[in-house]
Structures are given as C-alpha cells and as structure tokens.
C-alpha cells in the first residue's frame, strides 16, 4: 500500500497544472500571436474578441490565473463596448475574480501622456501595463506573474 501510494505522490509531482489565460482583445491578428506566444509556452489559453466577450468568458470558461486585455476594444456589431480598464475595475469588484493577474496592453500615444495614464490605472488596481510595442517580451513578464511565491 505504502508503494502504491508512494508512485501515485511522485506522478502527482510530475504532473504540473497548466496556468489559463484569458485573451482579450479585438484585432484578430494579436489574438492569434498571444495564442501561439501562449500555447508554446504550455499555458491554456481562451480568447474573446471584446470587452463584453471577455466577461462571459471569464464567467463560464474560468477560473482564469492571468487576464490579457487590450485598452480600446470597439464592436463590430454596435453593442455596447467594455474597454480594458472597464474589465480590469470589474474583475477587481468581485471576490472570486479580484486575485486575478492582470496585464492592459494598449498602442497608448505617448506624447500625450495616455500610456502614463494608463500605467498609473494599472498600478492603482494591482495590475500590469504593457504598450504593444512590448508584447514579444510578455512570455517573460508572464513567467515573473505567474511563478509560484516562496
């Protein structure tokens, strides 16, 4: 008995749990790179197209450890828009998705200051800005949030 337990305690170990992430943005193209940026690195991953798409899912297809959301997030079809930073204050407001890590991308102008606007949005609400110039330096960034606190 003490064997059998013992193998099945090792393959435990062996068997590491998949981070999720939930991708939030409405240009296909970034979405996709995520994607593939992601799913290389072994995390799964769920998309949504826009901000009211990523409340759905984050509701039905979580629990999520790490959210990725773009700032400005229009719909195609004239319904209403949910922005990243929307997302962000909505998932703070409720218990079971406030511990939620969280990175706003945004291709924000800086000469006008809206990536410092941002980032100090991000900083309030214990959550990470990322211009979109930076993101083949998220799977980085990623690996920091995400690795187990000792």
């Not at 214990?126 to 211009?131: D, G, K």
């Amino acid at each position: 008995m003490n064997r059998i337990l013992g193998l099945l305690s090792t393959h435990a170990q062996s068997v590491e749990r998949s981070f999720k992430i939930l991708i939030v943005d409405d240009d296909g193209r970034t979405r996709q790179l995520l994607t593939n940026l992601f799913l290389q690195e072994g995390y799964d991953v769920v998309t949504a197209s826009n901000g009211v798409e990523g409340w759905r899912a984050l509701h039905k297809k979580g629990p999520f450890d790490l959210i990725v959301s773009d700032q400005h997030m229009p719909r195609s079809d004239g319904g209403p828009e949910v922005s990243g930073t929307e997302l962000l204050l909505l998932t703070r407001f409720e218990a079971e998705t406030a511990r939620i890590h969280f990175i706003l991308t945004s291709n924000a102008d800086h000469s006008r200051g809206d990536d410092v606007e941002l980032a100090e949005v991000c900083e309030k609400h214990s959550a990470t800005f990322l211009h979109k110039k930076q993101l083949p330096d998220i799977t980085r960034l990623i690996s920091n949030l995400l690795k187990p606190h000792a």
